[in-house]
């Protein structure tokens, strides 16, 4: 699961709502989910600088894509990125860390070494 948040470059208090609307994932959320952030309508003249943008997605960390749906431009990177994110997001909360050094014992056996006890990670 993912979640986008799109705003209009046109308006000003779109991109002012970000903020609430992102503070009103996390406070109903009970985990963390990939979050991008999509300023949409950039084939029109925008009212929110580059510099404005760049700063708050500094501040959140979260990942930046300006679109136009009417244009055809950045859609579909924007699904294609959360894609890749969602994926990435399971594997590393489902997966195990795996460290090249570290030979697990079976439990079972109290860790005793024999034929069928080790797990090589």
């Known amino acids: 699961m993912g979640i986008i948040i799109m705003f209009d470059l046109n308006n000003r208090q ?11 994932i996390n406070g109903n959320m009970r985990k963390s989910v990939p979050i991008i952030l999509v300023g949409n309508k950039s084939d029109l003249p925008k009212q929110i600088s580059d510099s404005e943008v760049n700063d708050f997605t500094k501040e959140v960390d979260m990942q930046y894509f300006e679109t136009s ?53």
């Open 69 to 121: 749906a009417k244009s055809n431009i950045n859609v579909n990177e924007v699904f294609l990125s959360m894609t890749r994110a969602c994926v990435e997001h399971y594997v590393s909360n489902r997966l195990p860390q795996i460290d090249p050094n570290v030979v697990r014992l079976d439990e079972k056996n109290g860790g005793a070494l024999n034929k069928n006890c080790c797990v090589i990670m």
């Open 14 to 24: 779109s991109f002012h709502n970000v903020q609430s609307w992102i503070e009103n």
